[in-house]
């Protein structure tokens, strides 16, 4: 039985991703999290750094490859980072929007298979420890120059394993290494190194420190995974004292999280569950790899499919949880806070608490209907509790709420536990009054909990329910001289009982299903419950809880898709348009699921449609998902994306009018972001996120309004989606109108455009784009419609923005001498640490 709970979710998934919702290619590989920040490494090499609250506040850009391990130093100054190609790196955090990022590098051997698998910060912040894929353990020094600036840093190697290091810990001078075969415990001190145990063992198991804040009562000690769910307590001179056998403990209920909720019906449909606790839950043999600990007496670990704490004072199971898909990994931060990162890139934190704890607090945050719903997955906890804690009273409050809210079932089902408060209070009361008795009748006390017994019979039946208190709940053994289960049930009437039945009907022992069983009759018992339910509800009623509110239906077309399996089987005739939507709908709602572009399947389909019919076509279809519970926008875009993937671009210039200008507009929809700096004077881009999606299709529409001077029309795409300014600066560049082209090229924030179009600049041309790029670092940036000025912050976000990617591509075209000439022109705007010595030494060999 759960003692403890998980709950104060947070879900940072939506905020993390913000910074990426422009882009398919980019994903997160792994996370960091401290007091203040969260880090996450991305498969494009890049960092991005949060606050705690999930805003994002910086983009460290690196060129060093996919990003796989990350780590931030105690007092949150530097952030560590090794890569896919065999590259530390350490990341000074600095904020300040005017400095570049600094970020220095080593690469660990030219062996780029070499991998780093585990980082650890030392508490001083002056070095961290790596391990390697190779077995190698390294201590990396950091140098700063007069204790500001980071100039330089060391690696030292320190011990050679023949396995992959799997975890690094540290206290004071011991030093702590697991890998895929043994744990070491190093002196670093005296460099003095000993095998924890004699036993080898071959899988990825962690290994950390677990110190005491009282020495005298719990002593220090350190814990190491082993085979078979179990651990190791080890002293600090590396002698295993005693093992923690955790496999059959965990034969035991997951934990469900507990999210607050506002809404009933969210937190009925979550949480009416069955019993976990009659459920059979087979022991679990695990590995355990990373290890950390949880405030002063549990360890925290997880495995793919699931996170686990434990109480290692008293060697017993805290909770596991197997509500999060796929854990990458999961860090232990302040008080408590468990942060688990998935493999979707997902980022969730949850905390421990007792149940006891988690209703009380409910309960005196007026969430008394979360409350209830805890204590029903919980029942013998909470009443085994109340027989022992007077304090538990206050939930009686929890009972006069589901009075007032007619939650009779619910009401019932926790009967066990006010009965329980009950006597405890009366025996409370029993004491201080010498013994005198405030019992009442047995049937009044459920009346209490759950039916008002003062009333008549027929006023006090709810739909004909005469429950008495403890008639499903088979967590308490039964009482000396208890009444038999089938004298508890007096009668179950209507169609609320009926459901009473069914719902509880699976809980319950084999002789307490058979005694049920009787009051079903006999041509009903073969039916499954939701066959049951069926007969006993209105199917209208079915219908009007199913079906999403929206107007009034629409008229014949989808009204014959609604009714196209019916008249299939009686014979009636189907139109071939209807027989066409209908498939269309059904590929439609197949690539939603399987995010699977389908277009072959319905490319022969559109063949036999003209580009006006083919759009109206669309438009029916869009009703269709409407009806079956598409929003209007979604429903749009899943057919404009549709006849995208179908379409040929270059067919546009044959279209009509009309056709195309249906097209404009789905690939705006498609494309529109709110996400756009604009200029404070005419309100055009500035600053944007640059992906797009049927790319090729947008530069066929502009090319074509540009060519028929119909410019308004272009600009208006462009205003909307300005992911386009590449197609507009080689329109600009075609009329050699350099004024414009150069505005572009460096609001548009992409090398490649850049590159592009560098070989057709002049040397006045480069002179007037270095002139734009100082402004640019200044925060000011030019407008390309009215060519006006605006101030503008965080414009360096980018890797294009640093001066060593600028004048990397300017030195593709330009004299050595010309370009230190205009570096020397600018100097007194360029950071004195903008520029890597590496682009010198280019200069010098292009002579």
């Given at each position: 039985?759960?003692?403890?709970c998980?709950?104060?979710?947070?879900?940072?998934?939506?905020a993390?991703h913000?910074?990426?919702?422009?882009?398919?290619?980019?994903?997160?590989t792994?996370?960091?999290?401290?007091?203040?920040?969260i880090?996450l490494g991305a498969s494009?090499?890049?960092?991005y750094?949060?606050?705690?609250?999930g805003?994002f506040?910086?983009?460290i850009p690196?060129k060093?490859?996919?990003?796989?391990h990350?780590?931030?130093?105690?007092?949150?100054?530097?952030?560590?980072?090794?890569?896919?190609?065999?590259v530390?790196?350490?990341y000074?955090v600095?904020?300040?929007?005017?400095s570049v990022?600094?970020?220095?590098?080593?690469?660990?051997?030219?062996?780029?298979?070499?991998?780093?698998?585990?980082?650890?910060?030392?508490?001083?912040?002056?070095?961290?420890?790596?391990?390697d894929?190779?077995g190698?353990?390294n201590?990396v020094?950091?140098?700063?120059?007069i204790?500001?600036?980071?100039?330089?840093?060391?690696?030292?190697?320190?011990?050679?394993?023949?396995s992959?290091?799997?975890?690094?810990?540290d206290?004071e001078?011991?030093l702590?290494?697991?890998?895929c075969?043994?744990?070491?415990?190093?002196?670093t001190?005296y460099e003095e190194?000993?095998?924890?145990g004699?036993?080898?063992r071959?899988?990825?198991?962690?290994?950390?420190?677990?110190?005491?804040?009282?020495e005298?009562?719990?002593?220090?000690?350190?814990?190491?995974?082993?085979?078979g769910s179990?651990f190791w307590e080890?002293?600090?001179?590396g002698?295993?004292?005693?093992?923690?056998?955790?496999k059959?403990?965990l034969?035991?209920?997951p934990?469900?999280?507990?999210k607050?909720?506002?809404?009933?019906?969210?937190?009925?449909?979550?949480?009416?569950?069955?019993?976990?606790?009659?459920?059979d839950?087979?022991?679990?043999?695990?590995?355990?790899g990373?290890?950390?600990?949880?405030?002063?007496?549990?360890?925290?670990s997880?495995?793919?499919?699931?996170?686990?704490?434990?109480d290692?004072?008293?060697s017993?199971?805290a909770l596991w949880?197997?509500?999060?898909?796929?854990i990458?990994?999961?860090?232990?931060?302040?008080?408590g806070e468990?942060?688990?990162?998935?493999?979707?890139g997902s980022?969730y934190s949850?905390?421990?608490?007792?149940l006891?704890?988690?209703?009380s607090?409910?309960v005196?945050?007026?969430?008394?209907?979360?409350?209830a719903?805890?204590?029903?997955?919980?029942?013998?906890?909470?009443a085994?509790?109340?027989?022992?804690?007077y304090?538990?009273?206050?939930?009686?409050?929890i009972?006069?709420?589901?009075?007032d809210?007619?939650?009779?079932?619910?009401?019932?089902?926790?009967s066990v536990?006010?009965?329980a408060?009950?006597?405890?209070?009366n025996?409370?009361?029993?004491?201080?009054?010498?013994?005198?008795?405030?019992?009442?009748?047995?049937?009044?006390?459920?009346g209490?909990?759950?039916?008002?017994?003062?009333r008549?019979?027929?006023?006090?039946?709810?739909?004909?329910?005469?429950?008495?208190e403890n008639?499903?709940?088979?967590?308490?053994?039964?009482?000396?001289?208890?009444?038999?289960?089938?004298d508890?049930?007096?009668t179950v009437?209507?169609k609320?009982g009926?459901?009473i039945?069914?719902?509880?009907?699976?809980?319950?022992?084999?002789?307490?299903?058979?005694l049920?069983?009787?009051?079903?009759p006999a041509n009903e018992r073969?039916?499954?419950?939701?066959?049951?339910?069926a007969?006993?509800?209105n199917?209208?009623?079915i219908v009007?809880?199913?079906?999403?509110?929206?107007?009034?239906?629409?008229?014949?077309?989808?009204?014959?898709?609604?009714?196209?399996?019916?008249?299939?089987?009686t014979?009636?005739h189907?139109?071939?348009?209807e027989k066409?939507?209908?498939n269309l709908?059904?590929?439609?709602?197949?690539s939603?699921?399987?995010?699977?572009?389908f277009?072959?399947?319905?490319?022969?389909?559109?063949?036999?449609?003209s580009?006006?019919?083919l759009i109206s076509?669309?438009?029916?279809?869009?009703?269709?998902?409407v009806?079956?519970?598409?929003?209007?926008e979604?429903?749009?875009r899943?057919?404009?994306?549709?006849?995208?993937?179908?379409?040929?671009?270059e067919?546009i210039w044959?279209?009509?009018?009309?056709?195309?200008?249906?097209?404009?507009?789905?690939?705006?929809?498609?494309?529109?972001?709110?996400?756009i700096?604009?200029?404070?004077?005419?309100?055009?881009p500035?600053?944007f996120?640059?992906?797009?999606?049927?790319?090729?299709?947008?530069?066929?529409?502009?090319r074509?309004?540009?060519?028929?001077?119909?410019?308004?029309?272009?600009?208006?795409?462009?205003?909307?989606?300005?992911a386009?300014?590449?197609i507009?600066?080689k329109l600009?560049?075609a009329?050699y109108n350099?004024?414009?082209?150069?505005?572009?090229?460096?609001?548009?924030?992409?090398?490649?455009?850049?590159i592009?179009?560098?070989?057709?600049f002049?040397?006045?041309?480069?002179?007037?784009?270095?002139?734009?790029?100082?402004?640019?670092h200044?925060?000011?940036?030019?407008?390309?419609?009215?060519?006006?000025?605006t101030?503008?912050?965080?414009?360096?976000?980018?890797?294009?923005?640093t001066?060593?990617?600028?004048?990397?591509?300017?030195l593709?075209?330009?004299?050595?001498d010309?370009?230190?000439?205009?570096?020397f022109?600018?100097?007194?705007?360029?950071?004195?640490?903008?520029?890597?010595?590496?682009?010198?030494s280019?200069?010098l060999?292009?002579?």
């Open positions: 039985m759960n003692l403890y998980l709950n104060n979710f947070v879900d940072y998934s939506l993390v913000q910074p990426l919702k422009h882009s398919n290619r980019i994903k997160y792994c996370f960091d999290i401290s007091e203040n920040y880090v494009s090499g890049s960092l750094l949060f606050n705690r609250q805003k506040l910086h983009l690196s060093h490859g996919a990003v796989n990350l780590s931030i130093s105690a007092n949150e100054k530097y952030v560590g980072f090794s890569t896919q190609r065999s530390v790196c350490v000074v600095n904020l300040s929007a005017q990022p600094q970020v220095i590098f080593t690469n660990l051997c030219s062996d780029a298979s070499v991998q780093v698998t585990c980082m650890h910060w030392t508490q001083d912040e002056k070095q961290f420890y790596y391990g894929s190779k190698q353990v201590l020094l950091l140098s700063t120059f204790g500001t600036t980071l100039i330089n840093m060391s690696i030292h190697p320190i011990l050679f394993l023949e992959p290091i799997v975890q690094i810990d206290f001078s011991l702590l290494v697991s890998n075969t043994k744990c070491i415990l190093c002196n001190e190194y000993k095998q924890i004699n036993k080898p071959d899988g990825a198991y962690g290994a950390c420190f677990f110190i005491s804040s009282n005298a009562q719990q002593p220090s000690r350190i814990y190491c995974a082993r085979p179990r080890v002293d600090f001179e002698d295993v004292l005693q093992t923690h056998q955790f059959f403990a034969a035991c209920p934990s469900k999280i507990h607050d909720s506002d809404n009933e019906n969210d937190n009925m449909c979550g949480d009416n569950e069955g019993n976990d606790e009659m459920l839950y087979q022991p679990q043999n695990l590995q355990f990373r290890i950390q600990r949880l405030r002063q007496d549990f360890l925290v997880f495995t793919e499919l699931g996170l686990y704490v434990f290692m004072r008293n017993s199971v949880c197997n509500q999060f898909e796929r990458v990994d999961c860090r232990v931060v302040g008080n468990i942060v688990v990162f998935t493999q979707t980022l949850v905390q421990m608490h007792t006891q704890s988690r209703a607090a409910l005196r945050q007026n969430k008394f209907l979360d409350c719903w805890l204590m029903r997955r919980n029942v013998k906890y909470f085994d509790k109340a027989r022992e804690d304090e538990l009273g206050l939930l009686n409050q009972k006069d709420f589901l009075m809210r007619h939650q009779y079932e619910l009401l019932n089902d926790l536990i006010f009965d408060i009950a006597q405890c209070e025996s409370g009361d029993n004491n201080s009054s010498g013994g005198s008795s405030t019992a009442a009748d047995r049937s009044c006390s459920l209490a909990s759950a039916i008002p017994c003062q008549s019979t027929e006023e006090s039946s709810p739909q004909g329910v005469y429950v008495l008639a499903f709940c088979d967590n308490l053994k039964s009482q000396k001289g208890e009444k038999h289960f089938k508890a049930l007096l009437t209507g609320f009926k459901n039945i069914k719902y509880k009907f699976n809980i319950f022992a084999e002789e307490q299903q058979k049920v069983r009787d009051l079903i073969s039916l499954p419950f939701k066959d049951i339910k007969i006993y509800e199917d209208e009623e009007c809880r199913t079906r999403k509110a929206h107007s009034s239906p629409s008229p014949s077309t989808s009204q014959s898709c609604r009714n196209r399996v019916k008249n299939t089987g014979g009636q189907i139109t071939a348009e066409t939507i209908y709908y059904l590929i439609c709602k197949s939603k699921f399987s995010n699977t572009n277009v072959e399947r319905y490319r022969s389909l559109f063949d036999e449609y580009a006006p019919e076509l669309l438009e029916k279809l869009s009703r269709v998902m009806e079956h519970g598409d929003d209007p979604q429903a749009q899943h057919c404009y994306e549709m006849y995208f993937h179908y379409l040929n671009p067919l044959e279209m009509d009018d009309a056709s195309r200008d249906y097209i404009t507009q789905g690939f705006v929809l498609l494309n529109s972001s709110d996400d700096v604009r200029c404070d004077n005419c309100m055009f500035l600053r996120d640059n992906s797009c999606v049927f790319h090729e299709l947008g530069s066929v529409l502009l074509y309004y540009w060519s028929r001077n119909e410019q308004v029309k272009c600009f208006d795409v462009l205003t909307r989606v300005p386009l300014f590449d507009l600066a600009y560049l009329e350099m004024d414009k082209v150069l505005p572009i090229i460096l609001n548009y924030g992409q090398p490649d455009l850049l592009d179009m560098g070989k057709s002049t040397l006045n041309a480069w002179a007037k784009c270095f002139e734009h790029f100082v402004d640019l200044r925060g000011r940036l030019t407008c390309i419609n009215c060519e006006c000025i101030t503008v912050e965080n414009v360096n976000r980018h890797f294009f923005y001066w060593n990617c600028f004048l990397g591509i300017a593709e075209y330009m004299e050595a010309e370009i230190l000439s205009l570096i022109k600018w100097s007194n705007s360029i950071p004195s640490d903008a520029i890597d010595r590496e682009f010198y280019r200069c060999l292009k002579g």
